[in-house]
C-alpha cells in the first residue's frame, strides 16, 4: 500500500478548517424514502439537497447532500447515520 504524500512533503490527511459545508453522495433506490432518512437523521439542521445521478438500468438513485459541519466528530457521525439507513445503500 502506497501513501499519498501532500505537496508540503507530509504524509497525513489535508487539514480541514471545521466549521464548513461537507458534500455527501447519498445513493439508494427510492428517492422519498432516501429524502426522509436524511430529514430524520439531520434533524433540524439545515442542509442542501439536489438530485445527481441514476443508474444505467434505473434502479439507483443517487443525491448529492451538502450539510455544513461544525468538526470531524460531526462529520463522522452524520457518515455513520446515513450508512446505517435501511433505505440507503451506500454514502460516499
Known amino acids: 500500500m502506497s501513501k499519498i504524500i501532500l505537496p508540503d512533503g507530509s504524509p497525513d490527511k489535508p487539514a480541514v478548517d471545521y466549521p464548513c459545508d461537507w458534500q455527501f453522495k447519498v445513493i439508494g433506490e427510492n428517492v422519498s424514502l432516501i429524502q426522509q432518512a436524511i430529514r430524520e437523521i439531520l434533524d433540524k439542521k439545515e442542509y442542501d439537497l439536489q438530485a445527481s445521478n441514476i443508474s444505467l438500468k434505473g434502479k439507483y438513485k ?22 446505517e439507513s435501511n433505505h440507503i445503500k451506500m454514502v460516499l
Open 62 to 83: 443517487s443525491l448529492s447532500l451538502v450539510v455544513n459541519v461544525a468538526s470531524q466528530n460531526e462529520r463522522d457521525t452524520i457518515f455513520k447515520n446515513l450508512s
